[in-house]
T-cell receptor, first 114, second 111 residues
Framework: DVKVTQSSRYLVKRTGEKVFLECVQDMDHENMFWYRQDPGLGLRLIYFSYDVKMKEKGDIPEGYSVSREKKERFSLILESASTNQTSMYLC?????????????FGPGTRLLVL | SQKIEQNSEALNIQEGKTATLTCNYTNYSPAYLQWYRQDPGRGPVFLLL?????KEKRKERLKVTFDTTLKQSLFHITASQPADSATYLC??????????FGGGTRLMVKP
């Protein structure tokens, strides 16, 4: 079974803090994704990566950065957390998105920024 | 830009009935369409994929249809059970692009 794990289920941070969200997948997938999910807005893509050290902006990259130093690990960084970044963050991976491959999601991290 | 509409109101049905969820989109048709299930506090789980040249796909009690003329996909759960209660997301995929997700519809199956 594909497994995507995220470093924390719940996180509370203060405004201005630097926040790291880690995601690890164990299926040797090429593609990895970071989404945020808010009520009424669905899943919105923040960043994705199709290879080690490669990254592409999604729909809402402002205020975020990412890092992919190893194939299995994709990190989301909030350089200076703000209250409007309070959300559920979901990581996903897939083998080949261009062919319609399934995305496998982690359990999510619920982040609260005070 | 592409807009995806799923009924934001919860769908309440009685156990044993067929649940039908709708996913409508604007503009150009996707190369494929996926449906996911999401339980509270968890990540979405893939259920079914249907491609633009397919009219219908089935998997056990699940059935998905894809009508590119109506720009609509319907997701059916037959003989629904309380365990089917969850939020169901549709996602559109275009060649060379990432998935675009709808907001999801919450299904409540009452015993």
């Amino acid at each position: 079974d594909v497994k995507v794990t995220q470093s924390s289920r719940y996180l509370v941070k203060r405004t201005g803090e630097k926040v790291f969200l880690e995601c690890v997948q164990d299926m040797d997938h090429e593609n990895m994704f970071w989404y945020r999910q808010d009520p009424g807005l669905g899943l919105r893509l923040i960043y994705f990566s199709y290879d080690v050290k490669m990254k592409e902006k999604g729909d809402i990259p402002e205020g975020y950065s990412v890092s992919r130093e190893k194939k299995e690990r994709f990190s989301l960084i909030l350089e200076s957390a703000s209250t409007n970044q309070t959300s559920m963050y979901l990581c996903a991976s897939s083998f080949n998105q261009l062919l319609g491959e399934t995305q496998y999601f982690g359990p999510g991290t619920r982040l609260l920024v005070l | 830009s592409q807009k995806i509409e799923q009924n934001s109101e919860a769908l309440n049905i009685q156990e044993g009935k067929t649940a039908t969820l709708t996913c409508n989109y604007t503009n150009y048709s996707p190369a494929y369409l996926q449906w996911y299930r999401q339980d509270p506090g968890r990540g979405p789980v893939f259920l079914l994929l249907i491609r633009e040249n397919e009219k219908e796909k089935r998997k056990e009690r699940l059935k998905v249809t894809f009508d590119t003329t109506l720009k609509q996909s319907l997701f059916h759960i037959t003989a629904s059970q309380p365990a089917d209660s969850a939020t169901y997301l549709c996602a559109l995929g275009y060649a060379g692009n990432m998935l675009t997700f709808g907001g999801g519809t919450r299904l409540m199956v009452k015993p």
